[in-house]
């Protein structure tokens, strides 16, 4: 068959820009307004101690929620659960590490998938620092700083967690 023989012509699309999609986000097209750049680094958060030993840095889009976890002086994290998915990434130093029915020492490179409401509980076992990244969809409103909810997460941990 030859070019352009029993093929039917493309209808011509129209790409003005009332009929190009706005999204946004991206480069000069209409932008949601957000008090912080769409791009920052770690510095920009506030750390939080949650429990002693443990510091949490947390950003959140409006599904999505990353922090950067340091646990440090042997922290012992109870069984716990909560709503929200969670995957974990080790950066640096060991952890026991207990999700459902499964344990294991876990280290830098580890990913832990954690789903919705199952147990879960960590053990430090490194004398450096452990530094892990966790992701939690739906977003986890306590951990939001000035949140001032319940969090049963953390109720159910200083039930088991010894009076320090």
Known sequence: MRRGQGRPERPK???????????????????????????????????????PGVFRQAVSGEKTMLTRI????????????????????????????KVGDEESEVGPGSLLVIPSNWVHAFRQLSEEDVVFYECFAPIRLEYLVGFKGPDPSLAMMKKALPAR
């Open 13 to 51: 699309r129209n790409l003005a820009p009332s009929a190009v999609p706005q999204l946004p986000f991206i480069s000069g097209q209409r932008r949601m307004e957000s008090p912080m750049g769409q791009i920052t680094t770690w510095d920009e958060f506030p750390t939080v101690q949650y429990v």
């Open 70 to 97: 340091v646990y440090r002086d042997g922290v012992v994290i109870p069984d716990h659960s909560h709503e929200a998915e969670q995957i974990m990434l080790i950066e640096q130093g060991r952890l026991w590490a």
